[in-house]
């Protein structure tokens, strides 16, 4: 097949097939190596032979160019890295590389084939839930019913970040049986809702119980409260079933203030560009060492410094309000509440935004990507 008949089977809808199956393999496989392989193999290749529908969609867009600063400085406080290495430093690049594409392919699709992407999103919120059953079903099979905190199936098997990945879908599904104006099998959707919310329960990931509740607030108003109080107490009694445990999930939640504040200590003469990108994010705190900063925001203020930090603010407040328009010209809540519960759970957890394939992408890229081709141009046919 030449390229330009390749062009144009991705053109015609083929290049949604194949993110479809990328989408579907974070609950379908069994390892992240192999969905990383999947996007690497299928998606990345197909969004470079689009690439000039992809230049002539953004050109103007003045989120997609503060992106792109963003990502490029951060790229570039690989030089001033005191632990530079070559190969290392590649790697990041390859990973920034990865997650543009999927950022602009993702709001590209939104756009471009926005039925297919109505059919797309209630599948992939059912393929969620079935697989949160099955992961809640095999995890108690094997470990302590309620006590322990249960690790998903698949490439998402860590609590946090798999409850956050599942969370997104959590506040899709909620949306599409409370929140727009045509709603279709609400039985079915609270049943999926549930399904869902059990797993993040079952986590005991306060990161993600966080997010979905910025979210709800914003889908549902003050109705929200209800699911939150609730979600809270059972949260809350979960933990509590074992008091050991529940002293030292206190105890280490508590270490977020000292693991901060040592890495605002570790920022001495480096405050206007940062350490690098390749800095060791490790922390030592409290006699402990930890693996990485507890928190999104600051992992770019070490990194690139204030600089860094001012253009991931810019690229978060331009996406707010864009978000804030769309709701005050068509009623879309979707893109504000999504993108707020991006913004909380880095709030609380993960480092690095510019990563290979991961669940961060699902959680706090998407829905900027979603607002940056949805501003100017909203989907024809998506239901509202």
Same mark, same amino acid.
Not at 147 to 165: D, F, I, T, Y
Not at 314 to 335: D, E, K, N, P
């Given at each position: 097949?030449?390229?330009?008949?390749l062009?144009?089977?991705?053109l015609?809808?083929g290049?949604? *097939?194949?993110?479809?199956?990328?989408?579907?393999?974070?609950?379908?496989?069994p390892?992240?190596?192999?969905?990383r392989?999947?996007?690497?193999?299928?998606?990345?290749?197909?969004?470079l032979?689009?690439?000039?529908e992809?230049?002539?969609?953004?050109?103007?867009n003045?989120?997609s160019?503060?992106?792109?600063?963003?990502?490029?400085?951060?790229?570039?406080s690989?030089?001033?890295?005191?632990n530079?290495e070559?190969?290392?430093a590649?790697? %990041?690049?390859?990973?920034?590389?990865?997650l543009?594409?999927?950022?602009?392919?993702?709001?590209?699709?939104?756009?471009q084939?926005p039925?297919?992407?109505e059919?797309l999103?209630?599948?992939?919120?059912?393929?969620?839930?079935?697989?949160?059953?099955?992961?809640?079903?095999?995890?108690?099979l094997?470990?302590?019913?309620?006590?322990?905190?249960?690790?998903p199936?698949?490439?998402? *098997?860590?609590?946090?970040?798999? %409850?956050?990945?599942?969370?997104?879908?959590?506040?899709?599904?909620?949306?599409?049986?409370?929140?727009?104006?045509?709603q279709?099998?609400?039985?079915?959707?609270?049943?999926v809702?549930?399904?869902?919310?059990?797993?993040?329960?079952?986590?005991?990931?306060r990161?993600?119980?966080?997010?979905?509740? %910025?979210?709800?607030l914003?889908?549902?108003g003050?109705? %929200?409260?209800?699911?939150?109080?609730?979600?809270?107490?059972?949260?809350?009694?979960?933990v509590s079933?074992?008091p050991?445990?529940?002293?030292?999930?206190?105890?280490?939640?508590?270490? &977020?203030?000292g693991?901060?504040?040592q890495?605002?200590t570790?920022?001495?003469?480096?405050?206007?560009?940062?350490?690098?990108?390749?800095?060791n994010?490790r922390i030592?705190?409290?006699?402990?060492?930890?693996?990485?900063? *507890?928190?999104?925001?600051?992992?770019?203020? &070490?990194d690139?410094g204030?600089?860094?930090?001012?253009l991931l603010?810019?690229?978060l407040?331009i996406s707010?309000?864009?978000?804030?328009?769309?709701?005050r010209?068509?009623?879309q809540?979707?893109?504000?509440?999504?993108?707020?519960?991006?913004?909380?759970?880095?709030?609380?957890?993960?480092?690095?935004?510019?990563?290979?394939?991961?669940e961060?992408?699902?959680?706090?890229?998407?829905?900027?990507?979603?607002?940056?081709?949805?501003?100017?141009?909203p989907?024809?046919g998506f239901?509202?």
């Amino acid at each position: 097949m030449g390229i330009r008949k390749l062009r144009g089977y991705l053109l015609d809808r083929g290049i949604v *097939h194949l993110y479809s199956i990328f989408i579907a393999g974070y609950f379908l496989l069994p390892m992240a190596s192999g969905h990383r392989r999947l996007y690497y193999l299928l998606v990345f290749p197909a969004v470079l032979l689009l690439a000039r529908e992809l230049l002539a969609f953004y050109r103007g867009n003045q989120l997609s160019g503060l992106i792109l600063l963003y990502v490029g400085y951060m790229m570039a406080s690989l030089a001033w890295s005191s632990n530079f290495e070559a190969q290392a430093a590649i790697w %990041a690049v390859g990973y920034s590389l990865a997650l543009l594409s999927f950022i602009f392919i993702s709001g590209y699709l939104w756009i471009q084939y926005p039925r297919q992407i109505e059919r797309l999103l209630p599948r992939a919120v059912w393929l969620a839930a079935a697989a949160a059953v099955a992961s809640i079903a095999v995890w108690y099979l094997n470990n302590p019913f309620p006590s322990s905190r249960l690790e998903p199936l698949g490439v998402m *098997h860590h609590q946090n970040k798999g %409850a956050c990945a599942y969370g997104i879908f959590l506040v899709l599904c909620v949306y599409h049986t409370f929140a727009r104006k045509q709603q279709t099998h609400k039985g079915l959707g609270i049943a999926v809702a549930l399904a869902l919310l059990a797993l993040i329960l079952f986590t005991q990931s306060r990161t993600a119980l966080a997010g979905v509740s %910025a979210a709800l607030l914003v889908l549902l108003g003050y109705q %929200a409260l209800w699911v939150i109080v609730a979600g809270l107490g059972i949260s809350f009694a979960l933990v509590s079933v074992n008091p050991q445990d529940w002293w030292y999930r206190v105890e280490t939640f508590s270490f &977020r203030p000292g693991i901060w504040k040592q890495l605002l200590t570790e920022m001495d003469g480096h405050w206007l560009f940062g350490r690098g990108y390749l800095v060791n994010p490790r922390i030592d705190a409290y006699g402990y060492t930890f693996d990485h900063a *507890h928190n999104g925001y600051l992992a770019s203020l &070490r990194d690139g410094g204030l600089v860094g930090l001012l253009l991931l603010l810019s690229v978060l407040a331009i996406s707010v309000l864009w978000a804030i328009r769309l709701y005050r010209a068509s009623g879309q809540r979707l893109y504000l509440a999504l993108l707020l519960y991006g913004m909380t759970v880095i709030l609380m957890d993960f480092d690095r935004l510019l990563v290979h394939p991961k669940e961060l992408w699902l959680f706090f890229w998407l829905p900027i990507a979603l607002i940056m081709a949805s501003y100017s141009r909203p989907p024809r046919g998506f239901a509202q």
